[in-house]
């Protein structure tokens, strides 16, 4: 039997890095990630659970331009979210 695996802040954070390559993961700190995966959660729970990655990513970096705690620079928006969307896909939900 598969042990059934939850939704885990820092297991998702060293997931998206494995997933996005060294250039993109070495430029961000795990708040920096996290403070995407919360942005992301804010979209999923105004639209839905629409997992369009494009719309997601658009979304989630038009948010963050606006928060001045965040240093995600827009052109990696994209890969960071479809890591987290690969991420959810791995767990027992």
């Not at 993961?25 to 979209?43: C, H, N, P, R």
């Not at 989630?60 to 606006?66: G, H, I, Q, S, Y």
């Amino acid at each position: 039997m598969e042990e059934e695996k939850y939704y885990d802040e820092n297991d998702a954070v060293q997931f998206i890095r494995g997933q996005v390559g060294d250039e993109i993961a070495a430029k961000y700190t795990d708040d920096d990630i996290v403070l995407l995966i919360d942005t992301m959660f804010d979209y999923f729970d105004a639209h839905d659970d629409d997992d369009d990655i494009e719309l997601v990513a658009a979304w989630v970096a038009k948010e963050l331009r606006k928060d001045k705690n965040n240093h995600i620079e827009p052109q990696d928006v994209k890969a960071i979210v479809a890591a987290e969307i690969a991420y959810e896909e791995t767990l027992s939900l």
